[in-house]
């Protein structure tokens, strides 16, 4: 064996070595990207629940303003039969009992309506804090993944510990983001 040859085996097996050491950053990098995807389709998931509740709750007070409109309508014909000289007076007392009726059911079903529009409402506030945290997340994903992957350029394993941190930070936020009730 001449020395050219016994030199480019030992550079041979030095360059295994140091892939062999850098397999679990590669595990680690394919790990957190697998992380990055699952997080960023949650993100997406959950800022279209947002919306999807945002036109709920808008649909509900909207459903409740035609009831209140309908309530002052009614509200002002009855307002307007007690002030007017009516003819037949029977007929107008049975009018206004009729709206003051109409008047007493929309009152309980204005407060029913509201305290429904608010409960979406509220939907909407807990969809957007949980879309937040995944955005959230997913950005500390992405940059622990590219911490990571510097560990691959410089060898040094101080960037892969930092790219772990900035991961665990990211898992932490996900996992935050399913506890908001």
């Given at each position: 064996m ?9 550079e041979?097996?030095e ?10 950053v590669?595990?680690?990098?394919s790990?957190l990207a ?6 960023t ?6 800022h ?11 649909d ?14 009614t ?10 000289t009516?003819?037949d007076?029977h007929?107008?007392d049975?009018i206004?009992?009729s709206?003051a ?11 029913v ?5 608010e409960a979406?409402?509220?939907k909407?506030e807990?969809?957007?804090?949980r ?6 997340a ?12 510097v560990?691959?350029l410089?060898?040094?394993?101080i960037?892969w ?6 991961s665990l ?13």
């Open positions: 001449e020395a050219n040859e016994a030199q480019e085996l030992k041979h097996a360059h295994g070595a140091h892939e062999s050491a850098l397999r679990p590669a595990f680690t990098m790990v697998v992380l990055v995807a699952v997080t389709v949650l993100g997406h998931r959950t279209t629940e947002a919306i999807i509740f945002q036109n709920q709750a808008t509900q007070w909207n459903y409740y303003q035609a009831h209140k409109i309908r309530a002052n309508d509200e002002l014909a009855a307002d307007l039969l007690s002030v007017v009516i003819a007076q007929a107008a049975k206004s009992k709206y009726d109409h008047q007493k059911k929309w009152a309980d079903d204005l407060k309506e509201q305290e429904q529009a979406t409402q509220q909407v807990q969809a957007e804090a879309a937040d945290r995944f955005d959230f997913e950005a500390l994903l992405e940059i622990g993944l590219v911490i990571t992957s560990t691959l410089t060898r040094s394993r960037y510990y930092l790219g772990l941190g900035f930070l990211g898992v932490a936020s996900v996992a935050s983001a399913f506890l908001i009730k």
